[in-house]
């Protein structure tokens, strides 16, 4: 339910509630990085779930606000401005990790460091990598994978350069997202009703009471605190196995070997994802889970019979599976179009607003005017397209990897927002899906060096901006028709984190050496991105006719599918889940997305929509005790030394 300001009603943007959501941005850009790289526990900034930002959350709504009206009565804050705090957090959450950070400073570095005979990358790689870049120093590049000299500070003059090229780049690409999202937040929020699943768990947190009392009714019900307890017990269980070693572990995965051996099916029990697949819709929870047990089968089914692509598609998504990728990248690419042209009306009031002398369409409830957006959109998207062909892409190749990215990004939070998974990935990463289009012999050996720097920001895409704006954005309706300050906040928590990471990351690098922090973002996800080029450059390919015929068959059975889920109220399956039904993130969780449609769905069989409100705070509970049990045991972890204590991955 909106809240309508009057002229009398306090701003949500007060100066209290925008210190506290710095304070706890700039206390997530230092902490994630710490967390995962010297402690090297659960991670809390590292999917669409900001994990971190509802520890936070539940911290601040369901004790330290409690503190504040014992303090002083004009201390504690008022709902819009606990949404305005949480609103900063998860802006904040998509970056010091794989949002960006904790890729662009390995990344960048990994040719220089890398570097071997045996790898070639001195004459394959480093010519063609603009100095502007990368670090020139290579002392700077040594220290920063194996730690400084004691009494040496970051050779920051390094690192200057390189670092306000790329941040023209990041402010570019965070106008796109963010006008982007504003300009289709009516199409999704209000006309076709999505779900944002994610984001309710917040809002039921700061669900008032009728007394006004401060403590929420989220937290007075017990049918809560039993679903907060089930995670908090299992990871409790798990955080004291590292400790002493005579309690036995609580392992939440298992395996069934299928198809002859050809394929292990993995049966994973995520908690948050079993509650947030019971927020949302029977047929979106059923197409989630069947097309990634369909996806699983037809992988076995070609490994036992022989049927297999040779092609390399890098490292994420469903890459490892090229036939199923490029469908699946063939689906992706349908879900958004055809969401644009579900939005047609829309878009064309919006462009027709953005190019008229004086506006058409009532813009005032967005946090930018739609002509804004609008020139914000294209002048982010040109300044994409230019900083891919200085990096090496033909202009061409960058306008086509520019468009296909943002395709990725959009069919990505749609799928977030609608679905709730919280988990998820593109079926492919965009850029090498052109290389396979058009092949490498058409982008040269430079444009395929430029293809390797775009995995820092458009590569392993767990979380990203785009979709914590989505969620600002449906939060943003809470906070009354002065939404333009909304704007401003979300830029400040962005800013506050990206600065916060980077300084994070360099000082734990240059004084741990990030070859001993972690093995993945130091390691194997740093060189990566250099080896797929590698390949290319010692092979230059033509374009994948097959490539394109799989992508082709994806599109047309997810344009069938859309157009059956249209067109017949009995069709059953929910096309959301086809094109990211073979990315192995959707391994790891469907069996919990499964769980909670089959509890859903057997509430609602017999006890109908009032069962299924009485056992929704369960769930709830499921989710937030997860991320709480988390998040105390990264606390612990900090002040007793143990470090690789993991209590829960997803």
């Known amino acids: 339910m909106d809240i309508r300001q009057s002229p009398e009603t306090p701003s949500p943007f007060s100066l209290k509630a925008i210190s506290l959501g710095t304070l706890l941005s700039l206390g997530i850009a230092l902490g994630a990085p710490y967390g995962n790289m010297v402690i090297r526990g659960s991670t809390m900034a590292l999917d669409f779930s900001t994990a971190g930002a509802i520890f936070l959350f539940f911290l601040l709504t369901g004790g330290v606000n409690l503190l504040f009206a014992r303090i002083h009565p004009a201390l504690p804050l008022r709902r819009d401005e606990l949404l305005v705090v949480y609103i900063m957090m998860i802006a904040a959450s998509a970056i010091p990790t794989m949002g960006l950070s904790e890729y662009l400073l390995p990344i960048i570095t990994a040719p220089y460091y890398f570097a071997t005979p045996e790898n070639e990358w001195a004459s394959l790689i480093l010519p063609h990598i603009p100095a502007w870049m990368a670090p020139q120093n290579p002392e700077a590049v040594k220290w920063f994978y194996e730690g400084a000299p004691r009494h040496r500070a970051i050779p920051w003059q390094a690192w200057a350069r390189p670092l306000c090229y790329w941040s023209a780049l990041v402010a570019a690409l965070y106008a796109v997202m963010i006008s982007s999202m504003v300009i289709l937040r009516r199409q999704w929020a209000e006309n076709e009703r999505l779900l944002y699943p994610i984001v309710q768990v917040p809002l039921d947190m700061v669900r008032e009471t009728e007394d006004g009392s401060l403590l929420r009714p989220f937290f007075k019900s017990p049918i809560m605190w039993v679903g907060f307890l089930v995670p908090v017990v299992a990871g409790s269980i798990k955080g004291l196995h590292a400790y002493y070693n005579f309690i036995p572990d609580a392992d939440l995965v298992t395996y069934l070997p299928l198809f002859r051996n050809n394929l292990n099916m993995?049966?994973?029990?995520?908690?948050?994802?079993?509650?947030?697949?019971?927020?949302?819709?029977?047929?979106?929870?059923?197409?989630?889970?069947?097309?990634?047990?369909?996806?699983?089968?037809?992988?076995?089914?070609?490994?036992?019979?022989?049927?297999?692509?040779?092609?390399?598609?890098?490292?994420?998504?469903?890459?490892?599976?090229?036939?199923?990728?490029?469908?699946?990248?063939?689906?992706?690419?349908?879900?958004?179009?055809?969401?644009?042209?579900?939005?047609?009306?829309?878009?064309?009031?919006?462009?027709?607003?953005?190019?008229?002398?004086?506006?058409?369409?009532?813009?005032?409830?967005?946090?930018?005017?739609?002509?804004?957006?609008?020139?914000?959109?294209?002048?982010?998207?040109?300044?994409?397209?230019?900083?891919?062909?200085?990096?090496?892409?033909?202009?061409?190749?960058?306008?086509?990897?520019?468009?296909?990215?943002?395709?990725?990004?959009?069919?990505?939070?749609?799928?977030?927002?609608?679905?709730?998974?919280?988990?998820?990935?593109?079926?492919?990463?965009?850029?090498?899906?052109?290389?396979?289009?058009?092949?490498?012999?058409?982008?040269?050996?430079?444009?395929?060096?430029?293809?390797?720097?775009?995995?820092?920001?458009?590569?392993?895409?767990?979380?990203?901006?785009?979709?914590?704006?989505?969620?600002?954005?449906?939060?943003?309706?809470?906070?009354?028709?002065?939404?333009?300050?909304?704007?401003?906040?979300?830029?400040?928590?962005?800013?506050?984190?990206?600065?916060?990471?980077?300084?994070?990351?360099?000082?734990?690098?240059?004084?741990?050496?990030?070859?001993?922090?972690?093995?993945?973002?130091?390691?194997?996800?740093?060189?990566?991105?250099?080896?797929?080029?590698?390949?290319?450059?010692?092979?230059?390919?033509?374009?994948?006719?097959?490539?394109?015929?799989?992508?082709?068959?994806?599109?047309?059975?997810?344009?069938?599918?859309?157009?059956?889920?249209?067109?017949?109220?009995?069709?059953?399956?929910?096309?959301?889940?086809?094109?990211?039904?073979?990315?192995?993130?959707?391994?790891?969780?469907?069996?919990?997305?499964?769980?909670?449609?089959?509890?859903?769905?057997?509430?609602?069989?017999?006890?109908?929509?009032?069962?299924?409100?009485?056992?929704?705070?369960?769930?709830?509970?499921?989710?937030?005790?997860?991320?709480?049990?988390?998040?105390?045991?990264?606390?612990?972890?900090?002040?007793?030394?143990?470090?690789?204590?993991?209590?829960?991955?997803?």
Not at 494 to 505: D, Y
Not at 512 to 532: C, D, E, T, V
Request: charged share 10%; hydrophobic share 55%.
């Open 266 to 650: 993995q049966f994973r029990l995520s908690f948050p994802m079993v509650g947030f697949s019971y927020l949302i819709n029977l047929d979106i929870a059923f197409g989630l889970w069947f097309f990634n047990v369909l996806g699983a089968c037809l992988k076995g089914l070609m490994r036992m019979t022989g049927i297999s692509s040779t092609e390399n598609l890098g490292y994420y998504g469903a890459g490892h599976e090229p036939i199923l990728g490029h469908q699946g990248m063939g689906a992706m690419v349908v879900l958004v179009l055809f969401g644009l042209w579900t939005a047609r009306g829309h878009l064309k009031e919006v462009f027709g607003s953005a190019f008229a002398k004086t506006g058409s369409v009532d813009d005032s409830r967005e946090i930018m005017s739609y002509r804004a957006a609008v020139f914000a959109f294209l002048g982010g998207l040109s300044v994409l397209c230019i900083w891919l062909h200085a990096s090496g892409l033909p202009l061409w190749a960058a306008l086509a990897a520019t468009l296909l990215i943002v395709f990725v990004f959009i069919g990505v939070t749609r799928i977030v927002v609608e679905g709730g998974v919280a988990e998820a990935t593109g079926p492919l990463v965009a850029v090498p899906a052109l290389v396979s289009a058009v092949g490498s012999t058409a982008l040269g050996p430079a444009g395929m060096v430029g293809v390797a720097f775009t995995y820092v920001w458009a590569g392993d895409i767990r979380t990203f901006v785009m979709a914590s704006c989505a969620h600002s954005l449906k939060l943003g309706e809470q906070l009354g028709d002065r939404l333009r300050p909304l704007l401003w906040v979300i830029v400040l928590a962005i800013a506050v984190s990206l600065v916060g990471s980077v300084w994070m990351i360099l000082n734990l690098a240059y004084e741990y050496g990030g070859i001993n922090l972690h093995p993945w973002f130091f390691g194997s996800g740093a060189h990566n991105p250099f080896r797929y080029a590698t390949i290319f450059l010692n092979a230059p390919t033509t374009p994948h006719w097959g490539g394109w015929l799989h992508t082709g068959i994806g599109a047309g059975i997810m344009a069938l599918l859309m157009l059956a889920r249209q067109r017949l109220l009995w069709w059953p399956l929910h096309p959301l889940g086809y094109p990211i039904g073979a990315i192995w993130a959707m391994n790891q969780i469907w069996f919990s997305i499964f769980l909670a449609w089959l509890i859903k769905l057997v509430v609602l069989t017999y006890g109908g929509p009032r069962l299924y409100r009485a056992t929704r705070p369960f769930f709830l509970g499921l989710i937030v005790g997860q991320f709480f049990v988390a998040g105390l045991w990264l606390c612990i972890d900090f002040f007793t030394g143990m470090t690789d204590n993991e209590v829960f991955w997803m």
